[in-house]
T-cell receptor
Framework: GQQLNQSPQSMFIQEGEDVSMNCTSS?????WLWYKQDPGEGPVLLIA?????ELTSNGRLTAQFGITRKDSFLNISASIPSDVGIYFC??????????FGTGTRLTVIP | ETGVTQSPTHLIKTRGQQVTLRCSSQ?????VSWYQQALGQGPQFIFQ???????GRGNFPPRFSGLQFPNYSSELNVNALELDDSALYLC??????????FGQGTRLTVV
């Protein structure tokens, strides 16, 4: 099956710093999605990207759908303590199931 | 709040038993997908139901089965539970191939 690799695996940053994480795949996807998951909860959708090259923002979050359709990145500006959590990328092909990345664990130090 | 609700939130079962997990989809959504998330991993696709029919399946054995009802709610059934089945089981609903929204999950522990 498709393998999605996220990097970095974990990050420790100071409150107020910007964050960047990315996701690469061996396969092409038609849609890229970014989710945030808190412990014991389900993933919450942050941003959805539907077209190669698309750059989309949601508040302090910005994500891009790579031109090759095999990668995506997520940036968080001016991090705050509630940004703590695990961030997952997910790719979707013509079929309906999502393939998830390995996750990036973000810790924000006040 | 995504409008997707799962029950129960937690349960403990013994190896060899059977379990049924339930999911109510978001209003207006006709598609439900189930995922298994082992500790420290990303969610893995189990299967999807669309208009009461299975519409795609991941790499899971037949002892994982499901149902979707006319109101689009869904059940995941797992027979002959194994210790490795311990995980967070997530349900996601969508309108066809649209964006999937997840429930809070059911934490299953098999002992």
């Amino acid at each position: 099956g498709q393998q999605l690799n996220q990097s970095p695996q974990s990050m420790f940053i100071q409150e107020g710093e910007d964050v960047s994480m990315n996701c690469t795949s061996s396969s092409i996807f038609n849609t890229w999605l970014w989710y945030k998951q808190d412990p014991g909860e389900g993933p919450v959708l942050l941003i959805a990207l539907y077209k190669a090259g698309e750059l989309t923002s949601n508040g302090r979050l910005t994500a891009q759908f790579g031109i090759t359709r095999k990668d995506s990145f997520l940036n968080i500006s001016a991090s705050i303590p509630s940004d703590v959590g695990i961030y997952f990328c997910a790719g979707q092909t013509g079929a309906n199931n999502l393939f998830f990345g390995t996750g990036t664990r973000l810790t924000v130090i006040p | 709040e995504t409008g997707v609700t799962q029950s129960p939130t937690h349960l403990i079962k013994t190896r060899g038993q059977q379990v049924t997990l339930r999911c109510s989809s978001q209003s207006g959504h006709n598609t439900v997908s189930w995922y298994q998330q082992a500790l420290g991993q990303g969610p893995q696709f189990i299967f999807q139901y669309y208009r009461e029919e299975e519409n795609g399946r991941g790499n899971f054995p037949p002892r994982f089965s499901g149902l979707q009802f006319p109101n689009y709610s869904s059940e995941l059934n797992v027979n002959a539970l194994e210790l490795d089945d311990s995980a967070l089981y997530l349900c996601a609903s969508s309108l066809g191939t649209g964006t999937a929204f997840f429930g809070q999950g059911t934490r299953l522990t098999v002992v």
